[in-house]
T-cell receptor, first 119, second 113 residues
Framework: DAGVIQSPRHEVTEMGQEVTLRCKPI?????LFWYRQTMMRGLELLIY????????DSGMPEDRFSAKMPNASFSTLKIQPSEPRDSAVYFC?????????????????FGPGTRLTVL | GENVEQHPSTLSVQEGDSAVIKCTYS??????FPWYKQELGKRPQLIID?????GEKKDQRIAVTLNKTAKHFSLHITETQPEDSAVYFC????????????FGKGTLLTVNP
């Protein structure tokens, strides 16, 4: 498996523009998480899905942020309109509630992240 | 909600020395405590974890201890090597039907040759 895939890896945009981040979880994983990482706030959970259904979006900072998971292999995080304070690295992670013989039972696998810069 | 405090924020050691990073958590219902390592520009990766039914777990040079009564857990790295240099994050979750991980702010570990 290629692991969790995120695109784009880097995004530079201007304030006010719409930004869409994409994630493909590991095949068979039934949980998907979106995190934001900044120096000031560390790693923050924004939202997570179970079987494509949003379970907890209490970490989404404001209405400008939205996330969808139309199917088991794809999720998007959208920011509209973007602001400079949204600049951060956004990680997607996936996890399976099933047993794994090769990894820790509860390991969340992170994607490579998207570095977002809003000018 | 859960709150995880992590100390120190930076740690510098000489190669071969031991390093200890400590975390405290607030939610007494938390029962799963992973540690992630993040190298510069890379993704966080799990290095070791512990569940609340054990007090200590070891994997070669790394170990984690858990004190549920005091609500704190620690990461111990022995015989440190330059490649151990990274940011280390602790986290806590309730497990069960709530798989949210709450992370500490991270510790930048520098191992000097």
């Amino acid at each position: 498996d290629a692991g969790v895939i995120q695109s784009p890896r880097h995004e530079v945009t201007e304030m006010g523009q719409e930004v869409t981040l994409r994630c493909k979880p590991i095949s068979g994983h039934d949980y998907l998480f979106w995190y934001r990482q900044t120096m000031m706030r560390g790693l923050e959970l924004l939202i997570y899905f179970n079987n494509n259904v949003p379970i907890d979006d209490s970490g989404m900072p404001e209405d400008r942020f939205s996330a969808k998971m139309p199917n088991a292999s794809f999720s998007t995080l959208k920011i509209q309109p973007s602001e400079p304070r949204d600049s951060a690295v956004y990680f997607c992670a996936s996890w399976t509630s099933g047993r794994s013989k090769t990894s820790s039972y509860n390991e969340q696998f992170f994607g490579p992240g998207t570095r977002l810069t809003v000018l | 909600g859960e709150n995880v405090e992590q100390h120190p924020s930076t740690l510098s050691v000489q190669e071969g020395d031991s390093a200890v990073i400590k975390c405290t958590y607030s939610d007494s219902a938390s029962n799963y405590f992973p540690w992630y390592k993040q190298e510069l520009g890379k993704r966080p990766q799990l290095i070791i974890d512990i569940r609340s039914n054990v007090g200590e777990k070891k994997d070669q040079r790394i170990a984690v201890t858990l004190n549920k009564t005091a609500k704190h857990f620690s990461l111990h790295i022995t015989e440190t090597q330059p490649e151990d240099s990274a940011v280390y994050f602790c986290a806590a979750s309730r497990g069960g039907s709530n798989y949210k991980l709450t992370f500490g702010k991270g510790t930048l570990l520098t191992v000097n040759p």
